[in-house]
């Protein structure tokens, strides 16, 4: 699992690192917000550990950002402040976890690990091609990190061609599958709908390609 550590205390910062490095964990550090939110933004991390209070950009503020941006990315909070309110804040903001400082150590690796099993379940449910990711539990699709609101058809099309990426699915196929021959098999609707979900993830045809008098296809690309 790769780890941001977002903390301005320079001793439990070199501290966490020191440490999750000896449990066999890949680290980066962050002092502020801001280079929080850069590292998180332009990085792969699967879990941001994350100090409530920071210079720059508030802690919250950044699991907010996080959230909004890559909300698969996992999120433990670190806090000082006694608050409960302050906590369910938090969570409701997206924190997948909270610790209050001071913490014991062998509770904050407890933790992680527990995090990385949830994130390991998550894994399973997530269909990836290019920029676009589709979490099928929670039946939402991203673009470039953006949420595209789809209707629950153009999902399940969509979810048809993730789980046969690199596979040419023709108009009869897609039918039999999508639309459980509910249709009649002269109907132009799986071209109707392709055409829709073309303009909402903003496809010229490179994403989902058109396979001349066959069907349809999505090349095989980072399927997770």
Not at 59 to 82: H, N, Q, R, S
Not at 191 to 201: A, E, F, G, H, S
């Amino acid at each position: 699992m790769k780890i941001l550590i977002v903390e301005d205390e320079e001793r439990l910062a070199s501290f966490l690192f020191r440490g999750l490095k000896a449990e066999g964990y890949f680290c980066d550090v962050a002092t502020d917000g801001e280079k929080a939110l850069q590292a998180c933004l332009y990085g792969d991390y699967e879990l941001v550990i994350l100090d409530r209070m920071l210079p720059k950009k508030d802690g919250m503020y950044v699991l907010t950002k996080i959230k909004e941006k890559k909300p698969e990315t996992k999120v433990l909070m670190l806090t000082a402040l006694d608050d409960t309110e302050d906590r369910i804040l938090g969570l409701r903001s997206g924190a997948d976890d909270y610790l209050g400082k001071p913490f014991d150590f062998e509770e904050l690796l407890a933790r992680i690990e527990a995090l990385s099993r949830r994130f390991a379940q998550h894994a399973e449910d997530l269909l990836k091609s290019g920029d676009v990711v589709m979490d099928v539990d929670q039946r939402l699709v991203w673009k470039n990190n953006i949420v595209v609101k789809m209707t629950q058809m153009e999902f399940d099309l969509l979810r048809y061609f993730l789980t046969n990426q690199g596979k040419v699915l023709s108009r009869e196929k897609i039918l039999s599958r999508v639309w459980s021959n509910s249709e009649d098999p002269m109907t132009n609707i799986v071209d109707v709908y392709i055409r829709r979900i073309r303009v909402k993830l903003n496809d010229d045809g490179s994403f989902i390609e058109t396979v001349r008098g066959v069907g349809y296809r999505i090349s095989n690309s980072d399927q997770c």
